[in-house]
């Protein structure tokens, strides 16, 4: 048990040191200069030589990047991660209030894009070759390749601008004291960007769990419960469900990456006040610490997310669990 | 009993008599346990050795003009190669087809004439008719073996299951702690008395055993057998579906002789004293074939027939003693 934490946590730091060197790395390479972004075209263009030199100096451009990135990882590791360029707070506070709203979007999607791929998947593999089948998988064909943030564009245009259901944009209402905003009020706000996240999410869930219900509908076990004298749903209820709980279970917790890739995009249309808006602002500013501070908290959230996969498998799965009481 | 005396006792158009008796078959209320008649299974598919574009659809039998009959109190053997369609014929029985499969011909259970339906009413049901599959891959990997004997229990019926398996567990030696492993930690032949009380757990009057004995040597399985020869003893039926033909002669009452998706011969195990008493030349073929007789393939034996039954013929002697030893565990 011990050597499984070590283990894991050694991997994490890793990770995330790889993360963020290469993010840092990246944003270096990057042709956007943080010192013009930061200080505005038009002051940029009547600026002097000598003041855009000491404005160089001062933002250190000329430092090495590799002293750059240990005194940002020294900085880190004393737990300051920085101020942002662009947001002009401190990292740690803009990641703070963003995570919230992310992590509730996120969250929303997961669990929808989960339970409904889970249940179509399962319907349409159980009716195999059926109308049902044949209705999900072109649903989830037509999903699967249309990009997140087209579709978010189209459901702003139809249930926002053309039927007026949901508010065009931002987590609460323009213009209302951040104490009045009421719980109905986010809800709403929060509704069009999560269907467009979870309806993308579904099509990879349900293609998957169709093709994982196949080999179970065909497995001698099944063949051998309905000889029994179960019928095909009993049978699917007893076994094909418990069997098909493991791969789904990896599967959905392996899908955070996809979701949170999707959240950058849809955060972006929806004007969204998440991380995934605040990581395009940074890449587009500059914004090195913004950026590696985003990063590295991404990947921290998907390395959660598979590890977690990966105890609940051992959990679940009594090859796995007495395997390795035994071992 | 005497040929003649048996038909007398038929009351059903079922006079089929293309198979001969022995003394334990006996016809419980004039019929069969089960019969099979003239039964035809096919697949539509496209002519294979027609050029691709011009390929037609056409029905292609797996199984053609079979027909089979278990009486009570007795052990039918079905005896064919590997991989031809004799695990078909036991879904085809339980009413287990694929929606796609063409099936033509006659089931008769219990003296009542089976659709699917009516098969989907009897099987795994009490006085119906139960599988033993093959091997431990039949039971659901995540579930405790002693729940999977119980089975699924319709509402009011839990208890009673599960006095029944205790009872099972009881009378084929399995410990209580069985029940709470997973199909996983079974030893061989726990799992093969683990899959015979799923199939008594449901009172069934005849059993499907689709090759019960995998990875047995002639001996063991012979002995691992003796459990079908007391159900049918009590007054069941058994359909013994196995590619080994000197274990269906050790055991069985008939022996059907399974070829190219029919039965070419169903008769009595003592025919197979000599081959003059038996009729179709394959099955004479598999009298010399087997080890203790010449071993000769005696007259015209075609090529298929020595891939069929080759290896089988001779796996009893052959069978490496790792696979005895893990049968004792």
Redesign the interface.
Known sequence: MGKFVVKHIVRLTLLLLAVSAIAFGLIAASPVDPVQANVGQAAWVSMSEAKRAQLAEYWGVNTPIWERYVNWLGAVLHGDLGTSLRYNAPVADVIAWRAGNTLALMAVAWVVSGVLGFALGVVAGVKRGGVVDKVVKAYCFVLASTPAFWLGLLFLMVFAVGLGWFPIGFSVPIGKAAADVTFAEVAHHMVLPAITLSVVGVAQIALHTREKTIDVME???M?????????TW?AVR??GL??LA?PAITLQFASISEIFGGSVLVEQVFSYPGLGQAAVTAALGGDAALLCAIAVFSAALVFGGNLIANILYGV????IR?GEVSR | MEERAHSAEHTHLQTHHHHSHTASSHHERGHHLLQVSSLSIGFRMYDPDAPYFAAEQRVSNVIEDLSISVHVGEIVAVVGASGSGKTLLADCIMGLYEPNALVTGEVWFDGQNMGADSLATVRGRAGGIALVPQSVSHLDPLMRVGKQVEGFSRRGEGSARAARRVKLFERYGLDESVGRMYPFELSGGMARRVLLCCALAGDPKLIIADEPTPGLDLDLAVKALEDFRAFADEGGGVMLITHDIELALRVADRVAVFRDGTIVEETSVESFASPDLLKHPFSKALWHALPEHDFSWAGAVEGSMQQGFGACVSAGGEKPSSVSGKEEA
């Open positions: 497995s001698d076990y063949r051998f419960a309905r000889a029994r004298g179960l019928t009993q007893r076994h418990r069997n493991l679940i799965d009594p090859r007495k």
